[in-house]
């Protein structure tokens, strides 16, 4: 395999995947599609093997776990006021989906922060439930990894924390 690419991440490096939460990155790759060779991150995440392309550094779909001291700023977020979304629901359905996107734990806080405030006030189609249950998951699997707490023990501070939501 040639080395004409610098990598973000390497063999071992742990990482989040946007959409299916942690993972390790267990080795390097070539994958032909439509007849290009593309290099790649080998992520396992769970039972999941994946294939992130490493032109991108893996930016559109990994990013490195959030360090412990950023948590305190995470905690800021969710312990805030929940800022209302729209009642629309295909404009509060594109921008929930934009922030899971972003990937980072700021914008899955905002997210879990916000939807637990139109949970309470509004009404939940059944998008918004699997929005809010998928990035409620997320978060509490990154900061289990990072802080190394017990499941339970960070959901009943997520709990706490959205309480004046």
């Not at 559109?60 to 805030?80: G, Q, Y």
């Not at 006030?121 to 439930?129: F, I």
Request: glycine content about 6%; aromatic content about 6%.
């Amino acid at each position: 395999m040639t080395d004409h690419v610098q990598t973000a991440f390497h063999v071992g490096d742990k990482v989040i995947h946007w959409s299916y939460g942690p993972g390790e990155i267990i080795q390097m790759d070539e994958k032909e599609i439509n007849g290009i060779i593309i290099r790649c991150y080998v992520l396992k995440v769970g039972d999941l093997t994946l294939w992130v392309p490493v032109e991108d550094n893996g930016e559109n779909c990994i990013r490195p776990l959030t360090k412990p001291e950023d948590f305190e700023r995470i905690f800021v977020i969710l312990a805030a006021p929940g800022e209302p979304l729209s009642n629309d629901i295909m404009e509060r359905k594109k921008i929930v989906r934009q922030r899971m996107r972003a990937g980072t734990l700021e914008s899955l806080s905002q997210v879990v922060r916000d939807l637990t405030y139109h949970k309470r006030n509004g009404k939940m189609t059944e998008n918004d439930r699997a929005f809010l249950e998928q990035t409620r998951n997320l978060l509490l699997e990154e900061w289990c990894l990072v802080l190394a707490v017990p499941m339970d023990e960070a959901e009943q501070e997520l709990t706490r924390l959205l309480e004046n939501t």
